[in-house]
């Protein structure tokens, strides 16, 4: 790419980013990743446009991006972390509730992992994406709003080109739960839908988690990600509970940085202690989890 077709504006000021806790600074790279998402292949499924759906390119946050001591951040328009990569292992999760959101792995027969599917709802930095689609070897399917966010997950996050098991879809996560497409075909689903202040999820009704629910097979599961200044844990999880009916709950204590992650799986699933344990080993030796860890923390809501 012509280096005239790139103009990168420093932001010289020291801003603290929340989840590091350390000074970074951030480059902005906004008119670069509007003109490059105008360009980059992502497939659109042919859903009835909503509000949300139709807002201007210009109306959605600016992507940022930040880089300490190996990691590389993703923002939107604010100091808040949307995202990260460890620059020399750019298919491990960095994050400690990212991480988290990979629980539904404890409550699936290891044994039965392959061939299964997972969606993304909120792409972020791709680290959830890329882990099921590249380390987990599984079909996955990503949505997200923004094209900027898909054009800095290609470029600066090591986000594949979509193939036979990936697919990067722009597109509204409302209109995809409550379309037929998807529906029954999940086995995991993640939800994290945050603006750029991080203020609470965009999408918490009880409608939408039922959208949700529809996209689930028989025995699948949600992970979704609980955190905001405006976050209200009890509502959530009580409209999680009135949308699954009957279901098992799990939820995650919160992390040092404010976020709980729920699981929610189809129907009523007894797990002792020995099976948990056994798949969190398993876990752990394979996929580099830490999921013994996670067992300290997560608590049956039922």
Same mark, same amino acid.
């Given at each position: 790419?012509?280096?005239?077709?790139?103009?990168?504006?420093?932001?010289?000021?020291?801003?603290?980013?929340?989840?590091?806790?350390?000074?970074?600074?951030?480059?902005?790279?906004?008119?670069?990743?509007?003109?490059?998402?105008?360009?980059? $292949?992502?497939?659109?499924?042919?859903?009835?446009?909503?509000?949300?759906?139709?807002?201007?390119?210009?109306?959605?946050?600016?992507?940022?991006?930040? =880089?300490?001591?190996?990691?590389?951040?993703?923002?939107?328009?604010?100091?808040?972390?949307?995202?990260?990569?460890?620059?020399? =292992? $750019?298919?491990?999760?960095?994050?400690?509730?990212?991480?988290?959101?990979?629980?539904? +792995?404890?409550?699936?027969?290891?044994?039965?992992?392959? /061939?299964?599917?997972?969606?993304? *709802?909120?792409?972020?930095?791709?680290?959830?994406?890329?882990?099921?689609?590249?380390?987990?070897?599984?079909?996955?399917?990503?949505?997200?709003?923004?094209?900027?966010?898909?054009?800095?997950?290609?470029?600066?996050?090591?986000?594949?080109?979509?193939? @036979?098991?990936?697919?990067?879809?722009?597109?509204?996560?409302?209109?995809?739960?409550?379309?037929?497409?998807?529906?029954?075909?999940?086995?995991?689903?993640?939800?994290?839908?945050?603006?750029?202040?991080?203020?609470?999820?965009? *999408?918490?009704?009880?409608?939408?988690?039922?959208?949700?629910?529809?996209?689930?097979?028989?025995?699948?599961?949600?992970?979704?990600?609980?955190?905001?200044?405006?976050?209200?844990? @009890?509502?959530?999880? =009580?409209?999680?509970?009135?949308?699954? /009916?009957?279901?098992?709950?799990?939820?995650?204590?919160?992390?040092? =940085?404010?976020?709980?992650?729920? *699981?929610?799986?189809?129907?009523?699933?007894?797990?002792?202690?020995?099976?948990?344990?056994?798949?969190?080993?398993?876990?752990?030796?394979?996929?580099? +989890?830490?999921?013994?860890?996670? +067992?300290?923390?997560?608590?049956?809501?039922?």
């Amino acid at each position: 790419m012509p280096r005239q077709s790139v103009r990168l504006v420093r932001d010289c000021c020291d801003t603290v980013a929340w989840v590091s806790k350390f000074k970074v600074k951030l480059i902005f790279f906004e008119d670069f990743f509007v003109s490059l998402s105008k360009s980059i $292949p992502v497939r659109q499924p042919a859903l009835r446009a909503s509000r949300s759906s139709k807002q201007e390119p210009s109306a959605l946050p600016e992507v940022n991006t930040s =880089e300490y001591q190996g990691v590389r951040y993703l923002h939107l328009g604010s100091e808040w972390v949307q995202g990260s990569m460890i620059i020399k =292992e $750019p298919y491990q999760i960095h994050l400690e509730y990212v991480q988290r959101m990979m629980g539904w +792995l404890l409550l699936l027969p290891s044994q039965t992992l392959l /061939g299964r599917s997972t969606m993304q *709802l909120g792409l972020g930095s791709g680290a959830i994406t890329k882990f099921c689609a590249k380390v987990l070897k599984l079909k996955t399917t990503a949505i997200e709003l923004n094209p900027q966010v898909v054009a800095a997950c290609r470029l600066w996050f090591k986000l594949p080109a979509d193939s @036979d098991h990936l697919q990067v879809v722009l597109g509204d996560a409302q209109e995809v739960v409550a379309h037929d497409h998807w529906r029954g075909q999940v086995d995991a689903l993640q939800v994290d839908l945050y603006d750029a202040e991080a203020a609470a999820p965009v *999408l918490d009704s009880v409608e939408f988690y039922q959208g949700c629910q529809s996209l689930l097979t028989p025995d699948g599961v949600m992970s979704v990600n609980l955190f905001g200044k405006n976050s209200q844990f @009890d509502k959530s999880v =009580e409209a999680i509970r009135l949308a699954f /009916g009957e279901g098992s709950f799990w939820a995650f204590r919160p992390t040092k =940085e404010g976020n709980t992650v729920v *699981l929610a799986q189809r129907g009523l699933h007894a797990l002792s202690r020995e099976q948990l344990s056994e798949r969190a080993q398993f876990i752990q030796e394979k996929y580099h +989890l830490p999921a013994e860890k996670w +067992l300290k923390v997560l608590k049956p809501l039922n």
